[in-house]
């Protein structure tokens, strides 16, 4: 599923996203999101999320 759509993303999800250093070779970290930290409804980019682990960056999959 797309995480460039905020509506898609909520809190308990498992998602992959991308970390800030791993922009440039685009290694995603898998985890469970607590906050969403994008406000607008979509981001080219990916929402913005901090998972349950601490760590932030920008959703590039949800698991189903």
Known sequence: MNGQVR???????E???VLKQ???TGKLTR?????LLTNSP???HGIKVR???GQV???QMIIQ
């Open 31 to 35: 985890g469970i999101v607590k906050d």
């Open 42 to 44: 979509k981001h080219p």
């Open 7 to 13: 509506a898609n993303i909520r809190p308990g999800l």
């Open 57 to 59: 960056g920008r959703v």
């Open 22 to 24: 791993d922009q440039p």
């Open 15 to 17: 998602v992959d996203i």
């Open 51 to 53: 998972l349950t682990s």
